[in-house]
């Protein structure tokens, strides 16, 4: 199982504050660093200091580290037309030696889209299906030779497709718990799909859905990662979990029941239950960005447990 850190900046946190958590996840031996793509504070915190960009805090990242992959989990694609996005990526790829991954998705936050000026279309699924045929065809366009596409919500006309990533295919995530059109964007587009923050007990049932989605267009299921993201709150002891609950404002029971959460075995048996039902990557959810001694605590007392 690879385990991955997963950080929510718009919560409140300088570009200083996640480099920290990024240099701390490839010191400790996490697979990679991602972050969420979002402007706008969600419940009662404040968000001082205010937001940073997804992808301009990628490409800092990708020049002071070093071995970390590095995402987003997810890009909405309201924020960003197609075209754009394409260069972005493959020029943070280029930064990092080849270390980026896109998880793209419809967006779903429409007050951080009145908060900045944003239009949030009221049916988004189909621009994100044009998006991932776009981004993919500029990439896979041969160097020399010109991209076009005409849909419904874009049109690109002899586009030189250019930059092209260092990568020869960027990974690409796609997710959620739609029981058929998010399925079968996964099996044409994705090289993984992800579950964000489900109940338990539907993961089984949803990876087989996405695995029929595969087969049902003559591609092998086994070609895909299958990922969950869940929030993670450990401890050493009762006190120190507690704590830590606190801290972000939760319950350790509710944590308990949906998240990967409490000492360390219980951890380590819930993810042992996760890996039971196909989950191959884990996207630790870290809201305490000022807590690296909780880094150090999952690295050092968790994950040894489940590679």
């Known amino acids: ?114 908060a900045y000026g944003i239009p949030f279309p009221p049916k988004r699924f189909g621009m994100l299906e044009e998006q991932l045929e776009i981004i993919t065809g500029l990439w896979n366009t041969p160097i020399g030779e010109s991209y076009s596409f005409d849909g419904e919500h874009y049109t690109l006309i002899e586009s030189p497709a250019l930059p092209k990533p260092t990568q020869a295919r960027v990974p690409v995530i796609v997710g959620g718990g739609g029981a058929r059109r998010t399925p079968a964007l996964a099996a044409r587009f994705a090289t993984e799909f992800n579950l964000p923050f489900p109940e338990f007990a539907d993961i089984a049932g949803k990876f087989a859905g996405v695995r029929a989605a595969c087969q049902s267009i003559g591609r092998d299921p086994d070609s895909l990662v299958y990922s969950a993201a869940l929030i993670a709150v450990g401890g050493a002891t009762e006190v120190e979990f507690a704590r830590r609950a606190a801290a972000i404002g939760r319950e350790p029971a509710e944590l308990r029941a949906h998240g990967l959460a409490g000492t360390a075995s219980e951890i380590v048996d819930r993810l042992g239950a996760l890996a039971a039902d196909g989950v191959e990557c884990v996207y630790l959810q870290i809201m305490d960005l000022s807590d690296l001694d909780h880094l150090e605590f999952l690295a050092a007392e968790v994950v040894p447990q489940l590679r």
């Not at 900046?9 to 990679?32: H, I, K, N, W």
């Not at 694609?77 to 260069?87: E, K, Q, S």
């Open 1 to 114: 199982m690879r385990f991955r850190v997963f950080t929510e900046p718009q919560q409140g946190a300088s570009y200083d504050d996640v480099l920290a958590v990024a240099q701390a996840t490839e010191r400790l031996g996490f697979d990679a660093f991602f972050r969420s793509d979002h402007y706008l504070a969600m419940g009662d915190g404040s968000g001082l200091p205010g937001p940073t960009d997804a992808w301009t805090t990628l490409a800092g990242l990708a020049r002071e580290t070093e071995r970390i992959r590095l995402g987003t989990l997810v890009s909405s694609v309201t924020y960003r037309p197609p075209g754009i996005l394409a260069i972005q990526i493959a020029q943070v790829d280029q930064m990092s030696g080849g270390r980026v991954e896109l998880g793209l998705g419809t967006g779903w936050f429409e007050k951080e889209h009145l």
